[in-house]
């Protein structure tokens, strides 16, 4: 009974290189949820998603951050052209389409993204 | 918009002693209250919540939290601690007008460390 998968759980990139951070939600999940966690702070509230739709992107970056969740396999997110400031803890989340109170979802272990 | 502050950045703690850590956070909607913990090297997982009816939640594993909408707070408690409770410690919002999974935008505090010694 897998929980939410997220790869790598340590990424390593020098400034200008490109980040693809991946997940798969829980078994029957339909709802993507992408946190960033800054150094001292708490996580913030990226993207969400569903099946190939992008329902809530405000906290996305509006530069060289993207995210897609396609019919077939796992949710992507995409930083191209990587600063330092980048360098953070990414956390995806899921919920099932129906059935779970507003606000339960099921988190990965983490993305950790440092930028040399 | 919402924020939420957990004033203390790291509690620490000896074993069986009690504990609190606060919560309070700021909102000019109505809004569900979370608590989520997150172990080492762990995802996070929640705790309790608060959605509606009793101001008094509790987890199966001796945590409690009140929701105090006069004060804004909703302050975490135990009253005997184990070294296993070790963990970093999430307060968490969400707007109670959003629809559906809309609910899963959550508006985070900036954690609390719990280290319980020994």
């Known amino acids: 009974n897998a929980g939410v998968m997220q790869n790598p759980r340590h990424l390593v990139r020098r400034r200008g290189q490109e980040a693809r951070l991946r997940c798969s939600p829980m078994k029957g999940h339909s709802h993507v949820y992408w946190y960033r966690q800054l150094p001292e702070e708490g996580l913030k509230f990226m993207v969400y998603l569903q099946k190939e739709n992008i329902i809530d992107e405000s906290g996305m970056p509006k530069e060289r951050f993207s995210a897609e969740f396609p019919k077939e396999g796992p949710s992507i997110l995409r930083i191209q052209q990587v600063v330092r400031g980048d360098s953070a803890a990414y956390f995806c989340a899921s919920s099932p389409a129906r059935g779970r109170p507003a606000g339960e979802l099921f988190f990965g272990e983490g993305s950790r993204l440092t930028v040399l | 918009a919402q924020s939420v502050t957990q004033l203390d950045s790291q509690v620490p703690v000896f074993e069986e002693a009690p504990v609190e850590l606060r919560c309070n956070y700021s909102?000019?909607?109505?809004?569900?209250l979370f608590w989520y913990v997150q172990y080492p090297n762990q995802g996070l997982q929640l705790l309790l919540k608060y959605l509606s009816g009793s101001t008094l939640v509790e987890s199966i594993n001796g945590f409690e939290a009140e929701f105090n909408k006069s004060q804004t707070s909703f302050h975490l408690r135990k009253p005997s601690v184990h070294i296993s409770d070790t963990a970093e410690y999430f307060c968490a919002v969400s707007d109670r007008s959003l629809r559906g999974n809309q609910g899963g935008k959550l508006i985070f505090g900036q954690g609390t460390e719990l280290s319980v010694k020994p």
């Open positions: 909102s000019s909607v109505s809004v569900y």
